[in-house]
Nanobody, 126 residues
């Protein structure tokens, strides 16, 4: 069983930055792909970013490309999401997800992921 714990959310102003972290329990973290999704109030959960197990391939939603950066530290069992130039429309509950498949599938699809965290809230004021 894998457990994911997100942290790093908060209330910031437009233009500020935040770094989200997601710590995974269990072994073999280094062979799993990781993803970030978000859900704003009244909206469906949407893909934000993903990273392959090796770290050599990353994926971004068009709305965050160029502003967000995903990275991972396998010895620490942790994946990060650096968010720069935050906008009010980035306000959402951010979820971390783990894909035991390694990251060779459709990483933008929720169905590709096997484990989910509880989420961390990001609120961006204008």
């Amino acid at each position: 069983q894998v457990q994911l714990l997100e942290s790093g959310g908060g209330l910031v102003q437009a233009g500020d930055s935040l770094r989200l972290s997601c710590a995974a329990s269990g072994r073999a973290f280094s062979i799993y792909a990781m993803g970030w999704f978000r859900q704003a109030p009244g909206k469906e959960r949407e893909f934000v970013s993903a990273i392959r197990w090796s770290g050599d391939m990353t994926y971004y939603a068009a709305s965050v490309k160029g502003r967000f950066t995903i990275s991972r530290d396998n010895p620490k069992n942790t994946v990060y999401l650096r968010m720069n130039s935050l906008k009010p429309e980035d306000t959402a509950l951010y979820y971390c997800a783990l894909d035991v498949g390694g990251g060779y599938g459709s990483q933008q699809s929720e169905t590709n992921y096997d484990y989910w965290g509880q989420g961390t809230q990001v609120t961006v004021s204008s």
